[in-house]
């Protein structure tokens, strides 16, 4: 179009996520037009609009300031100046404070224009072999592992391919939790260094990924994406399994065992089935 960028407008730039091929020609143009680029880091924004010649001044808006420079911005959009937002890398919105923004200017009846580019979420999707027809992004994961934990059953009994960033130094402890939830033999695929000179898609179970990663230390950032549960499998509530579990121990079965043949017939970890187990002892001596 090119009467862009228009006056009061907010434009969500999406720039490379890696290889700085992947720019695209309307979004250099936006850069280059618009009154100012509202950077999450502006010194490494800065390397970008160097690399494509745009001298378009820069202000900060990251998670630490985004409350304060929100008016400032709305104030500015409100005057007339066209801004353009944009994060470290892919679009702005996805898992940063730019959504924040946006929201703010939808309730302030600014006009939002989004610019597409690329995505990691989906660029590791579309070459993972899993699913793409229907998944689930759930974005970072908590920092803890009994939060992680927690926040991970919700999706055990989810059908979509799951998609999750992580950071190389949490890397090797989030796989273990994996398989405390999903069971250490649900397919999983290990995306890094998306678009870049050491890009890297791995394949293989959770329980190989843990062993893979015992040996090769975590570098660059990874997204992961994880097998939903087969949709032939058996979707039961907590309550349900608790009484599956409990049938079979009152059987004579022993709580591994039983822990282990619903594994099989769920898709469910032995070991979160094998902690139902033992509540189920301690419930009974109450």
Known sequence: MVNEPKPGTLY???TPIGNLEDMTFRAVRILQSVDIIAAEDTRHTGKLLQHFQIK???????QHNSQSRIPEILGYLQSGRAIALVSDAGMPGISDPGYELVKACVEAEITVVPIPGASAVITALSASGLPTDKFIF??????????RRKSLEYLQAETRTLIFYESPHRLRDTLPDLETVFGSDRQIVIARELTKIYEEFWHGTINDAIAHYQKQEPQGEYTLLIAGISATKPQLTETELKAELSAMIKQGISRSQASRQLAKDTSISRRLLYQLALSIELDAEL
């Open 12 to 14: 969500i730039v999406g």
């Open 138 to 147: 759930e974005g970072f994961l908590p920092h803890k592992s009994q939060q």
């Open 56 to 62: 378009t001044p820069q202000m900060s808006y990251h």
